[in-house]
């Protein structure tokens, strides 16, 4: 029989909310163990398309208690920078992590949280579930998607324009994602770029400095019952990176409205007009990863979990880190998750200590 280990907090998840996660835990002088299903460290920035920047500076772009260096002759690091300075950060920090662990289920015993994983139980007195969202991408369901003929990659799929290397290509989505991936195969594909609304290109010198500035500003009006700013939506939907940026400037970025329905050879439009397609990217965003969490019956009717902060409402001796605005102002970025996971830890080791 498989035994089962004791701790005061156990973290699922080992990217960079995990990580954020494990320094104020240490900070608190808890004990803790990081479950991580990946093979080895760096979260989904292993994963991404190979010219994936970052919207900020090394310098803002930074976990707590290390800054990110730069990146020889790059302004915005690559996603491959990145993944060099998580596996630096938690060996600097000695984090305690076991990988590769899959989470099956987290369910509630007596005063305690059982973490079941394919390598054992664990019991501990608080959760911090911060598995992201990369692992689910979301697929809209539009008419003929089924009966598509060609390739269909969703963005957490595609890796370079050798995927699609003479197709007749087809990007959907208008936010930074489909910006990036049209801008990389803009210069040498057939490309077709589609999106719901015209695409809103933030100023050239605003950058995630800027989007998390205001995140956290809106974050405040809310919580003070002042009038919502917009946040980052107020700005535009697209960072102008430097790909991007020249791809614009060079005219390869029109974006044509979103289509009707899917048909065998292409699209087709609601006038009836058609537009061929070899291969379909979708870039149509993610959904937060939290199957682990359904033995605990914490959605509501809408798939929604209620917080307060980071802490569930209906389980206050878990907490949710990462998954964007509603665990915290641009929590699911770099530089915006050191504050929700220095609440959370400082909330957790009140209940430990309580």
């Known amino acids: 029989m498989t035994s089962v280990r004791h701790t005061q907090v156990v973290v699922v998840g080992g ?58 002759g790059e302004e915005y690091p690559d996603a491959a920078h990145v993944v ?42 608080a959760v911090i579930s911060a598995t992201g969202t990369w692992w689910r991408p979301f697929l809209p369901a539009v008419p003929g998607r089924a009966g598509f003929g060609g390739q269909q990659l969703h963005a957490a799929e595609y890796r370079a324009p050798r995927q699609v290397a003479g197709d007749r290509v087809l990007v959907v989505g208008g936010g930074n994602s489909g910006a990036q991936i049209a801008a990389d195969l803009a210069h040498d594909t057939e490309l077709t770029w589609v999106t719901q609304r ?5 100023a050239d010198d605003i950058d995630g400095r800027a989007l998390f500035d205001a995140a956290t500003a809106r974050r405040r009006a809310l919580d003070a019952g002042r009038t919502d700013t917009g946040g980052v939506a107020s700005l535009g939907d697209i960072v102008a990176v430097p790909p991007v940026r020249q791809a614009r400037e060079r005219g390869l970025l029109k974006a044509a409205p979103m289509f009707a329905r899917i048909v065998p050879g292409g699209v087709e439009w609601a ?34 979990i209620a917080t307060d902060g980071t802490r569930t409402l209906d389980e206050p001796r878990l907490h949710l880190l990462g998954y964007g605005d509603w665990t915290g102002p641009a929590s699911a970025t770099l530089v915006g998750v050191g504050r929700p996971a220095r609440d959370a830890a400082r909330e957790i080791a009140q209940l430990v200590g309580g």
Request: aromatic letters at 10%.
């Open 271 to 304: 006038d009836g007009t058609r537009a061929q397609a070899d291969a379909i990217i979708w870039c149509t965003g993610f959904r937060p990863a939290l199957s682990h969490l359904a033995p605990l019956r914490l959605r509501g009717r809408r798939g929604h």
């Open 198 to 202: 015209p695409p809103r290109f933030l």
């Open 84 to 125: 060099s300075y998580l596996r630096d950060y938690e060996k600097r920090y000695e984090l305690p992590i076991q990988r590769p662990v899959r989470v099956a289920g987290i369910h509630r015993d007596g005063p305690l949280l059982r973490v079941e994983t394919d390598s054992g139980g664990w019991r501990a007195q």
């Open 15 to 72: 990217g960079q909310s995990g990580l954020a996660a494990g320094y104020y835990l240490r900070r608190q002088a808890l004990d803790f163990v990081i479950l991580d299903e990946g093979a080895t460290p760096g979260g989904a920035w292993q994963h991404t398309w190979d010219s994936l920047h970052l919207f900020s500076p090394a310098a803002y772009s930074s976990l707590p208690g290390r800054l990110m260096p730069p990146q020889q």
